[in-house]
């Protein structure tokens, strides 16, 4: 089997396993052809996703019968499903194999789903409201209504904010301190002797990524800095990388290189920061440093491997694990912290005398 048959397999093994949470014990699941229909994968990547539900229990296939749902074991379970959009980032595809690990290691004390709504958010609160579990990791669509906020937290049920910046009073929610991220950048770079920066805006404009930038930028200037700011006038479902790549092009052929470091807010259009720099004539971390954002694996990969803040995988879901230990005792989940964390390279230069 290739690694990319074995990884949508397992994925789509997530994602059903989250289905069956909704489907009452006993009834009948869907066919092979529609699974194959709905998450538009080959018959071999649905049939080693129904082998990993039966073994694990969840489903039992009656041949000429049909595929039926297997639900006694799973009852005595506190159940946790990862509720987000079916475009599957990298960074919430390792939020979720974080939680899947640690809530993994007790068995026969959690279980663990997965369940997407549709990129534009379509239809996604009916979607949580028919959730079966005793908590959601909920990462909300981009543009969501006060209206439809005002109804999630009216629902029965404990939702846990994800890679949001939520703090009402009696919200369950996970802090990602996205304004950390923009601090450790700028702390990285003038801690390394830079005091010409520059902040590539890669990304749709989120309140997360708004406590990013500002944070870089409120600690530079406390430092007595004034950062460029290049707009790639990113909105949500853009290539990142082109707009970055153009955007940088265009501030270098305007204003040179009026920087010795940049960030970038996001690994992915990093990858455009650095080939416009290239075409320009200029060398990473010789000439100009390099920080991103996320953390992701493709960056070691990068020429020369990027320095990047990294969302705290490990300690998201050591926080996630400690909320629902509470959640289960009969308390609440809570507002807790997981901190960014700074993955050093060599993108990033030290040019102190």
């Not at 092979?32 to 489903?59: C, N, P, S, W, Y």
């Not at 909105?235 to 990388?241: E, I």
């Not at 790549?245 to 470091?261: I, K, Q, V, W």
């Not at 020429?303 to 969302?311: A, I, R, Y």
């Amino acid at each position: 089997m290739s690694k990319a048959v074995k990884s949508r397999s397992r994925q789509l093994y997530l994602e059903l396993r989250g289905q069956l949470e909704s489907i009452q014990g006993g009834r009948r699941f869907y066919s092979q052809r529609k699974i194959m229909e709905q998450f538009r994968v080959t018959r071999h990547v649905v049939d080693q996703a129904l082998r990993l539900l039966a073994e694990a229990g969840m489903i039992e296939v009656r041949p000429r019968e049909g595929i039926f749902v297997v639900r006694n074991q799973q009852l005595d379970r506190f159940r946790v499903v990862s509720f987000h959009c079916d475009w599957q980032s990298e960074q919430v595809r390792n939020f979720d194999q974080a939680v899947e690990k640690v809530l993994g290691e007790e068995p026969d004390r959690y279980a663990f789903s997965t369940v997407l709504y549709p990129f534009d958010g379509r239809d996604c609160i009916e979607r949580l409201e028919a959730i079966r579990a005793d908590a959601v990791l909920f990462y909300p669509p981009y543009g969501m209504k006060r209206e439809e906020l005002r109804r999630l937290l009216a629902l029965p049920k404990t939702i846990v904010f994800c890679c949001n910046t939520l703090s009402y009073a009696g919200v369950d929610a996970v802090d990602l301190h996205p304004e950390l991220i923009g601090m450790t950048a700028a702390h990285h770079l003038i801690r390394n002797g830079h005091r010409r920066l520059a902040l590539l805006l890669s990304e749709p404009m989120s309140l997360a990524e708004h406590c990013r930038i500002s944070s870089f930028l409120h600690l530079a200037r406390l430092n007595g800095l004034e950062p460029a700011v290049i707009d790639c006038g990113v909105r949500s479902g853009d290539y990142s990388p082109t707009l970055a790549h153009a955007a940088l092009s265009a501030h270098l052929e305007e204003h040179g290189a009026d920087f010795t470091g940049i960030f970038v807010s996001s690994d992915t259009s990093a990858l455009g920061a650095l080939k416009a720099l290239k075409d320009y004539g200029l060398n990473v971390p010789e000439d100009v440093s390099v920080i991103g954002n996320g953390g992701f694996a493709a960056g070691t990969l990068y020429t020369p491997p990027l320095t990047t803040v990294s969302e705290n995988f490990a300690g998201f879901a050591a926080a996630v694990k400690a909320g629902v230990e509470a959640l289960s005792a009969g308390g609440r989940f809570g507002l807790r912290s997981a901190p960014p964390l700074l993955i050093e390279r060599q993108s990033v230069r030290n040019i102190n005398p």
